[in-house]
């Protein structure tokens, strides 16, 4: 019998590389959503992160947890799907903005132009989705991030208003 050689070392990246190259070629998140789909359905919604700012330690253990339990459910056999969003309301996006444009209260962003300001607010959320997505691939998060809902939509407000 004829074993493949085995390094002695441990290389954690180039196993981490490997792996998710091959997620990526075989679609396997993919084909784990589409294999599933006539399942019963365990629905898991996540709170989604604002992507004006950097991924940081403390979104690894947090995705980690929201992870565990669809990726639990689906072993068990129920559809899980992976719906990712980004939230793009609230004092955090409003607080950076003020910061980059130098405002300090509400009378300088009435001054600066609350349309202007807005579309600043509006532009920052997407800031950073790129580094939220390569973090969210290495850890192995499996979501849906083609197709996103976002906070500030017609349709996710409308929801918000339908459910109250």
Known sequence: ????????????????REMLAYWREQNIFERSQ?????????????????ANGRPGIHHVLARTFKDIFPRYKHMRGFHCPRKAGWDTHGLPVELEVERELGLRDKRD???????????QC???VFRYVSDWE???????????????????SNEYVESCWWVL
């Open 34 to 50: 589409e294999e599933s789909r006539d399942r019963p359905l365990f629905v898991w919604n996540d709170g989604p992160p604002t």
């Open 134 to 152: 390569r973090m969210t691939e290495r850890i192995g998060f499996w979501i849906d991030t083609d197709d996103a809902y976002v906070t500030y």
């Open 1 to 16: 019998m004829n074993f493949d050689e085995v390094s002695g070392r441990y290389d954690g990246p180039r196993l981490e």
């Open 109 to 119: 962003i009435e001054a600066y132009g609350v349309a202007a300001f807005n579309t």
């Open 122 to 124: 509006r532009e920052s």
